[in-house]
């Protein structure tokens, strides 16, 4: 199989939990982001049950990294991420992802009917993608990318390896990105090259990719003008004042 490199951890994914998330264990191992415990990825035990053994990490369950997935259990990290990019990247996961993770809400008739099926390649590459195209708007290239990847895997593969079913420490590995402590403020890239960096369009509801919105007039002013003078779409240039910087030293 060509299209995944398997860096294999162990930890458990619990499709669609109810359980409340717990802390980040101190002896977390530098491969498991932070927000696979923060986001209810691998849920805290009830302390009514029984420790597993080996019992690492403590009130966590152990999982085969070997043992297949299922779509439920893509359903449920994903959901989780979209709620990590929210919480951190600026403009949250974007409306394509949040659509899809709307469409898989419980009381939606039908939306879990094949959450207990075999999860292949070609759908966690679909679903999974999503979120490094977001990311890739700001320029990550943290783990687990390789240098130069635009996705953590091949882009080679035959229809067959669509196919082909995926285990859970493969569905672990994709969605291992951390966002914590990366500077999104700091990339400036213009993908659209529209003059407005696409931090900004997206901030502000944008679409980074469409240079046509750096004519759009909002009141008095195009979008581009907006943005040169530090102001957001929508405001009015007659009534806004733009924020000043006050310095105090001693």
Known sequence: ???????????????LSVLHAGPVPPN????????WFKQNVIPLLPAADDKPSPSW??????????????????????????AEFA???????????????????PQIQNSARDDYAALNQGQLKYVAGLFYDRLA?????????????RYPWTESET?????????????????GFSVVGYNFDSYSADSDFD???DGWELEH???????????????????????????????????TTPTGLIVYSP
């Open 1 to 15: 199989m060509n299209f995944l490199r398997f860096h294999l951890v162990a930890g458990l994914f619990v499709a």
């Open 28 to 35: 977390k191992p530098a491969a498991y982001p932070a927000w």
């Open 57 to 82: 990490p403590g009130d966590y369950p152990v999982a085969d990294d070997y043992a297949a997935a299922n779509i439920g259990q893509l359903k449920h990290i994903a959901t989780q991420a979209a």
């Open 87 to 105: 919480a951190a990247v600026p403009g949250g996961a974007g409306t394509t992802i949040e659509i899809l993770v709307n469409s898989w809400n």
């Open 137 to 149: 708007v700001f320029g990550f290239a943290g783990a687990p990318l390789q240098p130069g990847q």
């Open 159 to 175: 229809d067959d390896d669509a196919y082909s079913l995926v285990n859970l420490g493969q569905l672990k590995y994709v969605f």
């Open 195 to 197: 003059g407005m960096p």
């Open 205 to 239: 509801g944008l679409n980074p990719f469409d240079a046509s919105d750096a004519a759009v007039v909002v009141g008095n002013l195009s979008n581009l003008a907006l943005y040169q003078n530090s102001l957001g779409p929508g405001a009015d240039p007659s009534t």
